[in-house]
C-alpha cells in the first residue's frame, strides 16, 4: 500500500497538487454481494472537496472529482485549446507577410467555418493552417506583401 500512496504522491505532484497537502486515498474491496463494494478510507477525509484517489482490487488508481471540478477543467482545456489555435493561425499568417494581419485573420476565420459547416466531423481539430493560409495568399495576393519584388527592387536599387 505504501508504494500506492507514492504512486498516488506522484500523480498529485504532476497534477500541481503539493505533497504535504492532505489528500484522500480510499480503498475499494469487493463484497459477497456483486453490486455492492467497500470502500475504505487509507488517508485523507471524507469531507474532502479535492480530488479523490481510489486503489481498485488489481491496484489501480483512479481518480473522482465533484463535478464542478470536472466541468473547471474542461472549460480550461477549451480556453487553451482555443489560445493554441490562435497563435498558430497567427503564426502561420505571420510567416507569409500580410499587409492587414486582420484582414487576412478574417478570412482565415471565415475559411475555417465554412470548411466545418461542409464538413461532417464539426470540431475538425487537425486543420492545416499553414496550407489555408497559403491558399488565401493565391487567392487574395493583394492581402500579402510580394516580398521577391520588394527584395529585387531592393537589390536593383543598388
Request: one cysteine or more; hydrophobic letters at 40%; charged letters at 25%.
Amino acid at each position: 500500500m505504501n508504494q500506492l500512496i507514492a504512486e498516488v504522491n506522484k500523480i498529485a505532484n504532476s497534477l500541481g497538487i503539493h505533497e504535504k497537502s492532505e489528500k484522500t486515498i480510499v480503498k475499494i474491496s469487493d463484497t459477497d454481494d456483486k453490486d455492492k463494494k467497500v470502500l475504505e478510507l487509507k488517508s485523507g477525509s471524507w469531507e474532502s472537496k479535492d480530488i479523490w484517489y481510489i486503489i481498485d482490487n488489481d491496484d489501480n488508481i483512479h481518480a473522482v472529482c465533484s463535478m464542478k471540478s470536472l466541468l473547471n477543467l474542461i472549460n480550461t482545456l477549451r480556453v487553451s485549446q482555443q489560445q493554441n489555435f490562435n497563435l498558430n493561425l497567427e503564426k502561420a499568417i505571420l510567416q507569409e507577410f500580410p499587409v492587414d494581419f486582420d484582414d487576412v485573420w478574417i478570412v482565415a476565420i471565415s475559411e475555417i467555418q465554412k470548411a466545418v459547416q461542409n464538413s461532417d466531423d464539426k470540431k475538425m481539430l487537425n486543420f492545416d493552417l499553414s496550407a489555408l493560409v497559403k491558399k488565401i495568399k493565391q487567392e487574395h495576393p493583394n492581402l500579402f506583401f510580394d516580398i521577391s519584388q520588394i527584395l529585387s527592387q531592393y537589390s536593383g536599387g543598388h
